[in-house]
């Protein structure tokens, strides 16, 4: 299969406007009616139909595809996800977020160097945000990227070392690639911590192996 190159450029001046303050009225209702249906998960068809009018009427409303990109996601519709988030990230090249976006959907549609292309990007960019950390560092394991993995999922532990999430994530890092004692370590210093649960561990099949480990011990 040929992988198209395709160009990521960086600007670190370039920021992301209000864009909900320059749609006019009806249209960002549509926007937050999408976000809303796409989030509850209860029509992602009407949650595209409703994106589609805002795209349609404002091409380069960027947080608008983002939105629909997110929602063909959910469709399973990658390649068109693909073109949606690639539009998103040279219109400000600086969101990490969208680059997140864009590496999910090139790595679901076969374009694993776009996809390590565009966590490249990410890298350069400063990211507050825990979630995002832990959502590239999945990215990352998906591409067998562990020491990237490893290095995102660290930060979002230091940046939000009380949400089980970036613990659970550490762990499943670590059980992937066999560490098993790795993996035993972070549960079990997280479950000790009572910042994860016993129970949360047993519903990750990846770590429910681990668990004997951290209970013998």
């Known amino acids: 299969m040929l992988i198209a190159s395709f160009i990521f450029v960086i600007d670190v001046q370039a920021q992301v406007p ?12 549509q926007y937050h ?9 209860s029509s992602l068809l009407e949650a595209k139909a409703r994106v589609d009018q805002v795209i349609e009427a404002l091409p380069n409303d960027q947080e608008a ?11 399973d519709r990658s390649e068109e996800a693909f073109t949606d988030a690639m539009k998103a990230a040279n219109l400000y090249p600086n ?3 969208t680059y997140a ?9 076969g374009r694993r160097e776009a996809a390590i292309h565009a966590m490249d990007q990410v890298s350069q960019l400063i990211i507050d945000d825990a979630h995002l950390q832990i959502q590239l560092s999945r990215e990352a394991m998906a591409l067998e990227q562990y020491d990237r993995a490893e290095a995102f999922a660290r930060t979002a532990m230091v940046q939000a070392p009380n949400d089980p ?3 659970i994530q550490m762990a499943r890092i670590f059980a992937v690639q066999n560490k098993t004692d790795a993996a035993a370590t972070i549960l079990r210093n997280g479950i000790e911590a009572k910042v994860i649960s016993r129970e949360s561990v047993e ?7 681990v668990l004997a480990t951290v209970t013998n011990d």
């Open 18 to 29: 209000s864009q909900q303050n320059l749609r006019p009225k009806n249209l960002n209702a």
């Open 203 to 209: 519903a990750d099949t990846l770590l429910a192996r």
């Open 95 to 97: 969101d990490a977020e």
């Open 33 to 41: 009616r999408a976000e809303t249906a796409w989030k509850s998960g």
């Open 165 to 167: 999430s970036t613990h």
């Open 101 to 109: 976006i864009v590496c999910e959907a090139a790595r679901k549609s």
């Open 65 to 75: 595809l983002k939105l629909r990109a997110r929602i063909l996601l959910s469709l």
